[in-house]
């Protein structure tokens, strides 16, 4: 149980360009995910968190209007980065939180999607 | 502020054990995760700790005690597949957020 699934787990794409990332939930309900963002050898950062049919909430210094979150049921949030340029190129990946579960304070993480911009 | 420290890199040799620590300073505390993270992939859930004490769950174990703000994960009979980074991360009462550590990259040899 508590599978959590990401798509696509690579893209590659132009300067300029949308791209959309998905996170599901397969097995359990989340009404709360989570945006990370990971360097190379380096720990998680926060991007935001994404509450199911409301607005997402930022950390700090992250641009909501460059990284727009869609949270639009309890088994699907969407990350999309909009006009991605080569510093967005990085290893983003969600996380959900299970309602139901002994411990909801869990995060269960997706495979991870990597992003490169050329 | 809010502080998670662990050691950067650890090695270890196949068979034996090893205790990964983590110290933290945080506003706010509910509970305390480890995770496992290998390369190019997504951390995996090991355990949680929320009060004082050792949850073992096979040949992974981990400890917590809320007054010294210290937590172990002890890893039991290494095997090769165990090298991978090891992330604490602490959930912050009332966000459900979690503050990762820097994670501790554990190398086990044969």
């Known amino acids: 149980g508590a599978v959590v699934s990401q798509h696509p787990s690579r893209v590659i794409c132009k300067s300029g360009t949308s791209v959309k990332i998905e996170c599901r939930s397969l097995d359990f309900q989340a009404t709360t995910m989570f945006w990370y963002r990971q360097f190379p050898k380096k720990s998680l950062m926060l991007m935001a968190t994404?509450?199911?049919?409301?607005?997402?909430?930022?950390e700090q210094g992250v641009e909501k209007d460059k990284f727009l979150i869609n949270h639009a049921s309890l088994t699907l949030s969407t990350l999309t980065v909009t006009s991605a340029h080569p510093e967005d190129s990085s290893f983003y990946i969600c996380?959900?939180?299970?309602?139901?579960?002994?411990?909801?304070?869990?995060?269960?993480f997706g495979p991870g999607t990597r992003l490169t911009v050329l | 502020g809010q502080n998670i420290d662990q050691p950067t890199e650890m090695t270890a040799t196949e068979g034996a054990i090893v205790q990964i620590n983590c110290t933290y300073q945080t506003s706010g505390f509910n509970g305390l995760f480890w995770y496992q993270q290998h390369a190019g992939e997504a951390p995996t859930f090991l355990s949680y700790?929320?009060?004082?004490g050792l949850e073992e769950k096979g040949r992974f174990s981990s400890f917590l005690s809320r007054s010294k703000g210290y937590s172990y994960l002890l890893l039991k009979e290494l095997q090769m597949k165990d090298s991978a980074s090891y992330l604490c991360a602490v959930s912050r009462s009332g966000t459900y957020k979690y503050i990762f550590g820097t994670g501790t990259r554990l190398k086990v040899l044969a």
């Open positions: 996380s959900a939180r299970d309602i139901v579960g002994r411990n909801t304070d869990t995060q269960y």
């Open positions: 994404s509450n199911e049919g409301s607005k997402a909430t930022y």
């Open positions: 700790n929320v009060l004082d």
